[in-house]
């Protein structure tokens, strides 16, 4: 099969695997960047939120329950949100984890197509 670049190199059926693999990993790094924007968003929301409460007088306050707002002890809201940035922290330890391992597969795999296919193969996003 001859490649645009002119080259002869034959794409073997591994090959073919190798670079769906890489586009499937593409794909869930950028799932995964869009993941860890939402979650450190999130994060910062929660730490906003523990501000503005630590500022306020009152020791009953309106706390979002699904689409609800119901009053809810001061005490009791600071512990929801602290176990909330603790859960959102913990969410965004386990995605950076999962990018490192995404981004290292990816780059084992370029290794690989970029030893066989030199310039007739483009792994790289404009």
Known sequence: MQQ???SDTEVTWE???NINKFGRLNNRFHELEDEIKIAKETNDNLEDASNELI????DVVRFQIGEVFAHVPKDEVENRIENMKEVTSQKLTKLDEEKQSVVAQMAELKKILYGKFKDSINLEED
């Not at 500022?55 to 009152?58: A, G, I, K, M, Q």
């Open 15 to 17: 090959d073919q695997q």
């Open 55 to 58: 500022l306020t007088d009152e």
């Open 4 to 6: 645009e670049g002119g």
